[in-house]
Nanobody, 121 residues
Framework: QVQLVESGGGLVQAGGSLRLACAASGRTFSSMIVGWFRQASGKEREFVGEINWNTGITSSAASVRGRFSIARDGAKNTVYLQMNSLKPEDTAVYYC??????????????WGQGTQVTVSS
């Protein structure tokens, strides 16, 4: 099963940008859907966006649409979450998630450890 290693979290001012990375080990992301969730303190986890590795098709939550984007790098076996125009309400722990594309109807079954993103005002 794939293992997920996240990086790129940190502190950024409102209006700034940050790029998170999710690298796969154990296997490639081929034939998988890879996504991002976030969880703010005291709130439930929220879907941010996802990408089908093979097709490149993405989807995203309305709250981040137009500001966040997801991309993949086959050479590095890595999925990125590019976050622009960050707002304080984007502050959360961000989790990389993955599942086989054939299980698109099912919940994600693999989760990273999470990386903290803090946006100051």
């Amino acid at each position: 099963q794939v293992q997920l290693v996240e990086s790129g979290g940190g502190l950024v001012q409102a209006g700034g940008s940050l790029r998170l990375a999710c690298a796969a080990s154990g296997r490639t992301f081929s034939s998988m859907i890879v996504g991002w969730f976030r969880q703010a303190s005291g709130k439930e986890r929220e879907f941010v966006g996802e990408i089908n590795w093979n097709t490149g098709i993405t989807s995203s939550a309305a709250s981040v649409r137009g500001r966040f984007s997801i991309a993949r790098d086959g050479a590095k076996n890595t999925v990125y979450l590019q976050m622009n125009s960050l707002k304080p309400e984007d502050t959360a722990v961000y989790y990389c998630v993955a599942k086989m594309a054939s299980r698109y109807r099912d919940p994600y079954d693999t989760w990273g450890q999470g990386t903290q993103v803090t946006v100051s005002s």
